[in-house]
């Protein structure tokens, strides 16, 4: 695709991606859930019924759960 032959464009969305990690390793955002979620499934925690940030849920697939508690570290 022409677009991403633009330096220009890939120098942006190279950017872009950095600021999203950079809020995400604040630890409030959607990364943080996922990962918490999985820890929990790892310590045999209903990952559903659980509350995250701000009264937040787990809505994502327990196998998804278990991949990321590969890469948690807890």
Known sequence: MW??????????L???LLVYLLVEAKGEGDLFIYSYAAVNLGN?????QANYIGGYHYYYSV?????LNLFSGF
Do not use: C, E, H
Request: glycine fraction near 4%; hydrophobic fraction near 60%.
């Open 3 to 12: 677009i991403f032959k633009n330096r220009y464009f890939q120098l942006f």
């Open 14 to 16: 190279l950017v872009a």
């Open 44 to 48: 045999g925690l209903d990952i559903y």
């Open 63 to 67: 196998l998804f759960a278990y991949f």
